[in-house]
């Protein structure tokens, strides 16, 4: 019913910066907040960002300062800018999304990307 495509994961040096995107698509209504996890290779899976349909944001710790969550509603796409990375932000990032169904019962339901992978090396 739902689908969520992320897309600009990859290799970059400690201190660059990549963009990552995550379009959703299917039978929406409305979307609620979306967010920014990640999953380093041992390590639980943790929340880097989330951004509510009003826009209010909140970030780890371990990223403020450096990533900026955005979204924009028309296009129901959720945005992870990532400035300055480190090596220890390598991971998988996962988006995820809290939607409102166009069902008749407006069902609400949570859901996952495919992940994609972030590489940051020395």
């Known amino acids: 019913q739902v689908q969520l495509v992320e897309s600009g994961g990859g290799l970059v040096q400690a201190g660059g910066s990549l963009r990552l995107s995550c379009a959703a698509s299917?039978?929406?209504?409305?979307?609620?907040?979306m967010g920014w996890y990640r999953q380093a290779p041992g390590k639980q899976r943790e929340l880097a960002a989330v951004?509510?349909?009003?826009?209010?944001?909140n970030y780890a710790d371990s990223v403020k300062g450096r990533f900026t969550i955005s979204r924009d509603n028309a296009k129901s796409t959720v945005y992870l800018q990532m400035n300055s990375l480190k090596p220890e932000d390598t991971a998988v990032y996962y988006c995820?999304?809290?939607?409102?169904?166009?069902?008749?019962?407006?069902?609400?339901?949570?859901?996952w990307g495919q992940g994609t992978q972030v590489t940051v090396s020395l």
């Open positions: 995820n999304a809290d939607i409102i169904l166009r069902t008749y019962f407006k069902e609400r339901s949570n859901y």
């Open positions: 951004i509510t349909s009003g826009g209010s944001t």
């Open positions: 299917g039978s929406i209504f409305s979307i609620n907040a």
